[in-house]
């Protein structure tokens, strides 16, 4: 399976690099088998680092893996939004020391309007059944979480190449 992974470098060998924020599956690399998802990613994150290198242009790259998966690997696939798949990402985002055990975890990412949705469930405000009810009805990327050094190894690096950006 091709995937791709939305950033602003050539990236041949994939790590797990943690942060002080939480993310929908816990710390891990992050992927998509949806290129214009990807891309958009690399957009948004050369715009950014543009904006804080005041002027200078960071390129949009996206980089491109072949995923071969093995048997050796745990993993855990989401089909939609469920409670189940709720309750891992309100663990992972609330708790940077959580750890889910999976060595890869497939599903939808929790944008914008799903993040405001899953902040209501992580300070008590929403019920995590209304959630899922809710969620039911946004349209939702997919996205492959590589959350152990073992599943980096599933992943090939085959090119890298740069979106094209609207500077306005």
């Known amino acids: 399976m091709i995937l791709y992974h939305g950033t602003t470098l050539e990236i041949v060998t994939p790590q797990i690099i943690k942060s002080e924020l939480g993310r929908d599956f816990g710390f891990a690399f992050y992927t998509t088998n949806i290129k214009e998802q990807a891309e958009r990613w690399a957009i948004r994150k050369a715009k950014i680092l543009s904006k804080k290198k005041e002027g200078i242009l960071v390129p949009a790259i996206v980089n491109i893996y072949e995923w071969t998966p093995s048997e050796k690997t745990l993993k855990k696939e989401f089909s939609g939004a469920s409670l189940e798949w709720l309750e891992l990402v309100v663990n992972c985002r ?4 959580f750890k889910h055990g999976y060595d890869i ?17 992580m300070q008590g405000i929403m019920r995590k059944e209304d959630a899922v009810e809710r969620l039911k009805f946004e349209k939702i990327n997919k996205q492959i979480a590589f959350c152990s050094e073992k599943s980096l190894n599933e992943l090939k690096f085959i090119k890298i190449y740069i979106v094209e950006m609207n500077v306005y």
Do not use: L, R
């Open 94 to 97: 609330g708790n940077i020391d």
């Open 105 to 121: 975890v497939s599903g939808k990412i929790a944008n914008d309007n799903v993040g405001e949705t899953v902040s209501y469930v």
